[in-house]
């Protein structure tokens, strides 16, 4: 974002900076706690409250500013969930990152959500859905997006996904994703709601 403000207009990227100043140091404290915490991350750690679209505020504040992306933000207040924070955060800024991503530089629209929904079992969940307007996906390469070592991008890595989903499953929730080839795509990610509050 920095660099992009340097490009359009150099003059006010000491206000920018002062704008910004908390949402770096967040991240950066964030980055830190990752990185102490790389060893243990494919363990189980107890999970705690926390509030998904808390979360997912948290994240949208350090992209906004991405050029040629409209992100949008659709949040419920009482997303609530058990789950590990560093876990969580992890789920929403890679959903974030893939949905930017997907619009190729041409520009576009991501909107991430939040709602209680019930399920057919009448169970209370809170869904996250990250939604864009990019390039989309086929059947075969939706069938093999959450595999290791997949990727629909020239420079990736193939383990984002995967790791998503896992982080998913360890917080017993579920994620499935719609996608259209040239109409973009949306994740869906469903987790218990931690209660205290009605669908």
């Given amino acids: 974002h920095l660099t992009q403000q340097v ?3 150099p003059a006010r990227l000491p206000d920018v900076f002062r704008e910004r100043q908390g949402t770096f140091q967040s991240s950066i404290s964030y980055l830190d706690e990752l990185a102490g915490n790389y060893a243990r991350l494919g363990q189980r750690r107890r999970p705690v409250r926390c509030d998904l679209s808390e979360v997912v505020e948290r994240v949208a504040a350090g992209m906004q500013g991405t050029s040629g ?3 949008r933000a659709d949040l419920c ?3 609530v969930v ?3 924070p560093i876990s969580l955060r992890r789920i929403v800024e890679n959903l974030q990152d893939n949905a930017i991503d997907s619009l190729a530089g041409r520009g576009g629209n991501v909107t991430v959500s939040t709602e209680r929904v019930r399920s057919d079992s009448g169970e209370t969940r809170v869904r ?3 939604s864009d307007t990019g390039v989309g996906m086929s059947d075969v ?3 093999h997006i959450f595999d290791d070592f997949y990727s629909t991008k020239p ?3 193939g383990l984002g996904l995967s790791i998503v989903r896992r982080l998913v499953m360890d917080l017993n929730g579920t994620i499935q994703v719609v996608s259209e080839e040239g109409r973009g795509s949306r994740f869906i990610v469903e987790f218990p709601a931690a209660g205290g509050g009605a669908a």
Avoid: I, P
């Fill in 128 to 130: 996250l859905s990250v």
């Fill in 141 to 143: 390469q939706r069938a």
């Fill in 7 to 9: 490009q359009d207009d």
């Fill in 69 to 71: 992306v409209d992100l």
């Fill in 155 to 157: 420079a990736g890595g």
């Fill in 82 to 84: 058990f789950a590990d």
């Fill in 77 to 79: 207040k009482d997303a």
